[in-house]
Nanobody, 114 residues
């Protein structure tokens, strides 16, 4: 059974930083491309960043490029999202997901506000 558990969200001031973590279990994490998506209540899912199975080909949405960094630790079946220079527009629930089938966890809330 695929399980993805996000953590690390919270309240941060504009310009601040957060690192989100995602613990994966129930599947061979090291073989799967993974991604982060986010959702504002009442809106659809927005793709944020993706990374291939080897971890050497990250991709980013234009809205976060240069501010966010996606990376992974296959030995620990974990996915991460380092978020710097956060803006109020980054406020959302963040989910980690498998790229192949969009299976995702429960999400973690990120709120950027002064």
């Amino acid at each position: 059974q695929v399980q993805l558990a996000e953590s690390g969200g919270g309240l941060v001031q504009p310009g601040g930083s957060l690192t989100l973590s995602c613990a994966a279990s129930g599947f061979a994490f090291r073989f799967y491309n993974m991604k982060w998506v986010r959702q504002v209540p009442g809106e659809g899912l927005e793709w944020v960043a993706s990374i291939n199975a080897n971890g050497d080909e990250p991709e980013y949405a234009n809205s976060v490029k240069g501010r966010f960094t996606i990376y992974r630790d296959n030995a620990k079946s974990s996915l991460f999202l380092q978020m710097d220079s956060l803006r109020p527009g980054d406020t959302a629930v963040y989910f980690c997901a498998r790229s192949v089938d969009d299976a995702r966890g429960q999400g973690t809330q990120v709120t950027v506000s002064s």
